[in-house]
C-alpha cells in the first residue's frame, strides 16, 4: 500500500503532537505499521518516537522550570498516569514528594536544606535527615557540601553541650595521638576556651577554670584532737606541714577520718 509524502509529513507531525505510538497512527490514518515504517523510509520522512515520561519532562521543563508545576498538572498535560510521572520525576532527579498536591522539589533542594541544617545546628548528615524528617541520601547531601567546598567535619561536633561548654564550629585541631582540641564556649562567664574532647567526653571538664573555681564548695575540715576548724582542705594543706597533697588528702578526706601524725581529721559535715 503506497502512502504518498504529503500523508507521511500529515502522519509525522500527528506524531509529534500526540506522542502517540507508530502503531497507533497508522491504525488512526488507515494503513499498516509496515507500509508506514517503508514508505517513510523511501521517502525520507522522519517518523518521531513516542517520547516516555521522562523524556518528556526533559524537553519541555528544566530543573528549575518543574518547580513551578504540580505533579497533576503534568499528568493533565501528558495524559500519563501519576505513576509514570513520579518514577520519571524520580529518575530525573527532580522529584522527592510524591503528592500531587505540592509542589515538585528537586533533589538539589532538598540536599541544600539538609547541608543548611547541619551547618545551623550541627552534627552529622544524617542526624539532620531524621530531623527534618525527609526522605533523602545522606551521599548526595555530602557531595553538595564538596562541591561548595563546605568541610563536613566542622560541623560534626558544633552545638554539643558538655555541661556548661558549647562547642564552637571550627576544625579541631589534632594533638597529642587520639585527641583533639575544639573551639567552646563557656555559658558560665561567655568566654571562648580551647578544650580537650576528651576531657568534655569524659566529664571532668563542664565549664572554664575560672568558673569551676567560682563553683567548688569549700568544705570546713576539723581535727577532732585539737578541735581546731580549717575553712577548706586548701587551708588545712597550706597550714599543716608534712600533709599528704590537697589532691590525695581531698579523695582520703572523701571516704572518712583521716590520721596523720597522731592527729585526725574529718571534714564537717
Ligand atoms: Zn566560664
Same mark, same amino acid.
Given at each position: 500500500?503506497k502512502i504518498?509524502?504529503?500523508?507521511?509529513?500529515?502522519?509525522?507531525? #500527528?506524531?509529534?503532537?500526540?506522542?502517540?505510538?507508530?502503531?497507533a497512527?497508522a491504525?488512526?490514518?488507515?494503513?499498516? /505499521?509496515?507500509?508506514?515504517l517503508?514508505?517513510a523510509?523511501? $521517502?525520507h520522512?522522519?517518523?518521531?518516537?513516542?517520547l516516555?515520561a521522562?523524556?518528556?519532562? *526533559?524537553?519541555?521543563?528544566?530543573?528549575d522550570? %518543574?518547580?513551578?508545576?504540580?505533579?497533576?498538572? @503534568?499528568?493533565?498535560? #501528558?495524559?500519563?498516569?501519576?505513576?509514570? %510521572?513520579?518514577?520519571?520525576?524520580?529518575q530525573?532527579?527532580?522529584?522527592?514528594?510524591?503528592?500531587t498536591? %505540592?509542589r515538585?522539589y528537586?533533589?538539589?533542594?532538598?540536599? /541544600?536544606t %539538609?547541608l543548611?541544617?547541619?551547618i545551623?545546628?550541627?552534627?552529622?548528615?544524617?542526624q539532620?535527615?531524621k530531623?527534618?524528617?525527609? $526522605?533523602a541520601?545522606?551521599?548526595?547531601?555530602?557531595?553538595?557540601?564538596?562541591?561548595?567546598?563546605?568541610?563536613l567535619n566542622? #560541623?560534626?561536633? /558544633?552545638? *554539643?553541650?558538655?555541661?556548661l561548654w558549647?562547642?564552637?564550629?571550627?576544625?579541631p585541631?589534632q594533638c597529642?595521638?587520639?585527641? *583533639?582540641?575544639?573551639?567552646?564556649?563557656? $555559658?558560665g562567664?561567655?568566654t571562648i576556651h580551647?578544650?580537650?574532647?576528651c576531657? @568534655?567526653?569524659?566529664?571532668?571538664?563542664?565549664r572554664?577554670s575560672?568558673?569551676a573555681?567560682?563553683?567548688r564548695?569549700?568544705?570546713p575540715?576539723?581535727?577532732?584532737?585539737?578541735?581546731?576548724?580549717?575553712?577548706?582542705?586548701?587551708?588545712l594543706?597550706?597550714?599543716?606541714?608534712y600533709?599528704?597533697? #590537697? $589532691?590525695?588528702?581531698?579523695?582520703? @578526706?572523701?571516704?572518712?577520718?583521716?590520721?596523720?601524725n /597522731?592527729?585526725?581529721y574529718?571534714?564537717?559535715?
Amino acid at each position: 500500500m503506497k502512502i504518498s509524502i504529503e500523508k507521511l509529513r500529515e502522519i509525522s507531525s #500527528y506524531l509529534k503532537e500526540s506522542n502517540c505510538s507508530r502503531k497507533a497512527a497508522a491504525t488512526k490514518f488507515g494503513v499498516t /505499521q509496515a507500509s508506514l515504517l517503508y514508505w517513510a523510509e523511501v $521517502h525520507h520522512v522522519a517518523l518521531p518516537k513516542r517520547l516516555v515520561a521522562r523524556e518528556l519532562l *526533559q524537553r519541555d521543563y528544566t530543573a528549575d522550570t %518543574i518547580r513551578e508545576v504540580q505533579v497533576k498538572d @503534568l499528568v493533565k498535560q #501528558y495524559g500519563l498516569p501519576n505513576k509514570s %510521572i513520579n518514577t520519571a520525576l524520580q529518575q530525573l532527579s527532580w522529584e522527592v514528594a510524591t503528592s500531587t498536591s %505540592i509542589r515538585c522539589y528537586t533533589t538539589k533542594d532538598i540536599s /541544600q536544606t %539538609i547541608l543548611d541544617d547541619v551547618i545551623a545546628n550541627g552534627g552529622n548528615v544524617v542526624q539532620s535527615i531524621k530531623r527534618l524528617q525527609l $526522605h533523602a541520601n545522606p551521599s548526595t547531601v555530602r557531595r553538595l557540601a564538596e562541591k561548595q567546598g563546605i568541610d563536613l567535619n566542622l #560541623y560534626r561536633m /558544633q552545638r *554539643q553541650r558538655f555541661g556548661l561548654w558549647e562547642i564552637l564550629p571550627g576544625k579541631p585541631e589534632q594533638c597529642y595521638v587520639a585527641d *583533639q582540641r575544639v573551639k567552646a564556649f563557656c $555559658h558560665g562567664c561567655g568566654t571562648i576556651h580551647s578544650v580537650l574532647m576528651c576531657n @568534655l567526653r569524659s566529664g571532668k571538664s563542664t565549664r572554664c577554670s575560672s568558673c569551676a573555681n567560682k563553683a567548688r564548695v569549700t568544705q570546713p575540715v576539723t581535727c577532732i584532737e585539737t578541735g581546731e576548724i580549717f575553712r577548706s582542705i586548701r587551708q588545712l594543706v597550706n597550714t599543716v606541714p608534712y600533709l599528704p597533697g #590537697y $589532691h590525695t588528702l581531698r579523695s582520703q @578526706l572523701k571516704k572518712g577520718p583521716v590520721s596523720i601524725n /597522731q592527729l585526725t581529721y574529718q571534714l564537717v559535715a
